[in-house]
């Protein structure tokens, strides 16, 4: 039995293109054929623009000015249309299978996107959160082959989770800033932040805030998404203007201050084309460990830390002296000890540390 193949071309020639032609040829203006057709120059303009469809009527006019067969030219615009729909299909189908990779659950929980929205909708409300037109604009701009992550392998996330997460921490930071980028003043205000992880950080966090707006940098807080494992990130959106972001993924404070310093140590020292994404404590590279060094070093300097560390006293009376000595939160210490394996990750002295929720928990 004979096979049959439907030959379906993904290029269809719309009929404007097609008449163009024959005007060039024959040297026909768009006025001069309008007028040699009865019709006005505006409706052949529309045509050759793509904009208005070639009729039975119009097809008849053609075929007597140009000498081209009226099936003809509705045969070219049957073809175009055609081709026309089967492509608006595909992308229909694109978009669902693009939007349905994304956390769509979790943002309409958090009001962000219409929760009942479906279908084509979806993908409206989701290209409009990423302030783009198409999903090939979407993958452009926001796809992992097209940004330069730094992504612990040990620490992997969704990329459709990461790629949101970034974009969240992007709109809350879009009116923090309103004045460029200066380094000696974010130097300046990062000593200052040191001294506010003595406060609770639902007051320390605002004030942070406010130090690294008036250096130029902003400072976001974004609730982390399902399938992320992310403590931070920073990056320049724009040459002027770079972002800090944290997830708070641990709840506690002395995690919340070493990636905030982490993130510091990325905007002060690495490249501006690459958005650093963190797990926990950073990476195990190069990079990320002079991030860990930078930010480890500035939190407690490393000769009273090493003499602390020597004297293995780890009394919590002792480590909040040495904490008041430092003019830092008890629970950095903690952490401190716990990272270099002085302390036991289960420890009765994690009751030094502050303990965070968002307001929704």
């Not at 055609?82 to 009001?111: I, N």
């Not at 604009?137 to 620490?155: D, E, I, L, M, Q």
């Not at 919340?256 to 310093?261: G, I, M, P």
């Not at 991030?291 to 009394?315: G, T």
Request: proline content about 5%; charged content about 25%.
């Amino acid at each position: 039995m004979a096979t049959t193949y439907d030959y379906q071309p993904d290029y269809a020639a719309p009929p404007g293109a097609v008449l163009e032609e024959h005007l060039a040829t024959r040297g026909y203006s768009y006025a001069e054929f309008a007028r040699r057709c009865g019709r006005s120059a505006k409706l052949i303009s529309e045509i050759i623009a793509g904009k208005a469809p070639v009729e039975a009527t119009t097809a008849l006019q053609f075929e007597k000015v140009l000498g081209v067969s009226a099936r003809i030219w509705l045969g070219i615009e049957a073809d175009y249309q055609l081709h026309r729909k089967r492509a608006a299909e595909a992308r229909d189908e694109e978009g669902k299978a693009w939007a349905e990779r994304f956390p769509v659950k979790e943002l309409a929980t958090r009001g962000i996107i219409d929760g009942t929205a479906r279908g084509s909708a979806l993908t409206a409300h989701l290209l409009a959160l990423f302030g783009v037109a198409t999903v090939d604009a979407w993958h452009t701009k926001y796809g992992a082959g097209n940004v330069a992550y730094r992504h612990s392998p040990t620490f992997p996330s969704d990329g459709f989770a990461l790629a949101t997460w970034l974009r969240l921490a992007e709109v809350k930071a879009a009116d923090q800033v309103s004045v460029d980028y200066r380094e000696p003043a974010f130097k300046d205000a990062l000593a200052q932040v040191r001294a506010l992880t003595r406060k609770q950080a639902s007051n320390a966090v605002p004030e942070a805030g406010r130090l690294c707006n008036d250096c130029g940098v902003a400072l976001a807080l974004v609730k982390p998404l399902p399938k992320m494992r992310l403590s931070g990130a920073a990056w320049w959106p724009s040459p002027r203007r770079p972002i800090i972001a944290l997830s708070t993924r641990h709840k506690t404070g002395d995690h919340l201050w070493f990636s905030f310093f982490h993130e510091a140590a990325h905007i002060l020292l690495h490249s501006k084309k690459t958005v650093f994404v963190d797990g926990e404590n950073g990476g195990d590279d190069e990079v990320e460990a002079e991030a860990n060094h930078w930010a480890a070093n500035f939190l407690v300097p490393r000769k009273p830390w090493r003499q602390f560390v020597q004297s293995n006293s780890y009394s919590a009376i002792r480590i909040r002296q040495f904490a008041e000595e430092q003019g830092i939160a008890p629970g950095i210490v903690v952490g401190s000890l716990q990272h270099e394996k002085c302390l036991p990750w289960r420890s009765q002295l994690n009751g030094l540390k502050e303990r965070l929720r968002w307001a929704d928990e």
